[in-house]
Structures are given as C-alpha cells and as structure tokens.
T-cell receptor, first 112, second 115 residues
Framework: AQSVTQLGSHVSVSEGALVLLRCNYSSSVPPYLFWYVQYPNQGLQLLLKYTTGATLVKGINGFEAEFKKSETSFHLTKPSAHMSDAAEYFCAVTLGNNDMRFGAGTRLTVKP | GAVVSQHPSWVICKSGTSVKIECRSLDFQATTMFWYRQFPKQSLMLMATSNEGSKATYEQGVEKDKFLINHASLTLSTLTVTSAHPEDSSFYIC???????????FGSGTRLTVV
C-alpha cells in the first residue's frame, strides 16, 4: 500500500524566507503525488501534483515540488514566504486508480 | 474547473439523532467519491470509497452501520451519521474523482458537533 511521511509537524519561517516542506513516500509502483493546502475550517486546495513526465512541478502561489525517485521524496518549496502562506499543508499519494492517502500535515507559520 | 459542493458546512445535533451530509459534483460526473474524517490538528483519514451504483468500501475500523454512504447518482454521494454521539464530532470532507486517473476535487468540509 502507498503512504507518505511528512517530516516536521510545524515549520516556522520569516516573511521573505525560503519555504521547504518535506515529504517522503512509500510505494511499490510509480505513485501520483500531490500537495494540498488547508486553511482553518475549509476543504483542501490543490497546490500541485506529479503524475508522469517532468519531475519538477510548478503549482499555484509560487510553490513548486520536485519528484526524486532515488530519494523517494516530493518536497514542497517556495522561494519567498508570504504571510498569506500560513496554513496547514498536506502531502498525498495515490497509485493512479486508488484512493488518496495523506501525510500527517505540516503547519506553516510565517513571521513578520 | 471541477467543483464539489458539500452541504451543510456545519451542523449541530443532539446525541442519538442522525445527520446527513451531501457531496455534489457540480460540473462533472463523479464515478468515485471518497469520504474523509479529520480530527482537530490531525490529518485526513479515509473512511470509505464509494462508486456510483455500488456499495461503499469501508476502511478497517469504520463502522458501516454507523456511517451510511449512498452514491446513487454520478453527481451525488451522501454520508449519514446514524445515532450520533459526541465522539462522532469531527470535520468530514468528501472528494470526487471524475474518472479513472482523473483529478481529485475536494468539498469544503462539514463541521459536525454532537451535543
């Protein structure tokens, strides 16, 4: 079965600093990987996804992630944090046709 | 883009009563819908997967008689929490997939509080 592990339940950065949220996956077959953002009491908004093709994926709001098969990783980055980026971020994985499994989540705090 | 409407956004009910949550795909036909439960400051836990016209597949540990899922049409799935108890209080989120390999679209969630 597929799974993801998010390293760090809480990440704090200063406004303008680099954002790095870590995600490692476990899968017996090539996975589809996703990053979602969740604001309080709201559903999930898709930031980006990797299915096949280019391993560097660009998403909305300046986020991007790189699929590294050798490291089984799909870390999320943003060059410069904005106050509005403060939220909960979830990494997720599917095996194409299967249900989506989520990591534990990482809460991003952005300091002025 | 694909939109999933989830209703109600929040509900308060008394212990012992039943509550129905609806999940509708507004501009696409959802062959598969998923129901998740999220406790405060925790991740989403898959409860069940439902395919249109067939019985839902529940995850281990989820009581199928308590959490009734119906996916009678390609645009509507419902989750009914029967004989609700305070421990059922949680945030419930649905997700819909248009077709095999298609994207996943999430509803905005339902905050259930059982008093």
């Amino acid at each position: 079965a597929q799974s993801v592990t998010q390293l760090g339940s809480h990440v704090s950065v200063s406004e303008g600093a680099l954002v790095l949220l870590r995600c490692n996956y476990s899968s017996s077959v090539p996975p589809y990987l996703f990053w979602y953002v969740q604001y309080p009491n709201q559903g999930l908004q898709l930031l980006l996804k990797y299915t096949t093709g280019a391993t560097l994926v660009k998403g909305i709001n300046g986020f991007e992630a790189e699929f590294k098969k050798s490291e089984t990783s799909f870390h999320l980055t943003k060059p410069s944090a904005h106050m509005s980026d403060a939220a909960e971020y979830f990494c997720a994985v599917t095996l194409g046709n299967n249900d989506m499994r989520f990591g534990a989540g990482t809460r991003l705090t952005v300091k002025p | 883009g694909a939109v999933v409407s989830q209703h109600p956004s929040w509900v308060i009910c008394k212990s012992g009563t039943s509550v129905k949550i609806e999940c509708r795909s507004l501009d696409f036909q959802a062959t598969t819908m998923f129901w998740y439960r999220q406790f405060p400051k925790q991740s989403l836990m898959l409860m069940a997967t439902s395919n249109e016209g067939s019985k839902a597949t529940y995850e281990q540990g989820v009581e199928k008689d308590k959490f009734l899922i119906n996916h009678a049409s390609l645009t509507l799935s419902t989750l009914t929490v029967t004989s609700a108890h305070p421990e059922d209080s949680s945030f419930y989120i649905c997700s819909a997939r248009e077709r095999t390999g298609g994207g996943y679209t999430f509803g905005s969630g339902t905050r259930l509080t059982v008093v």
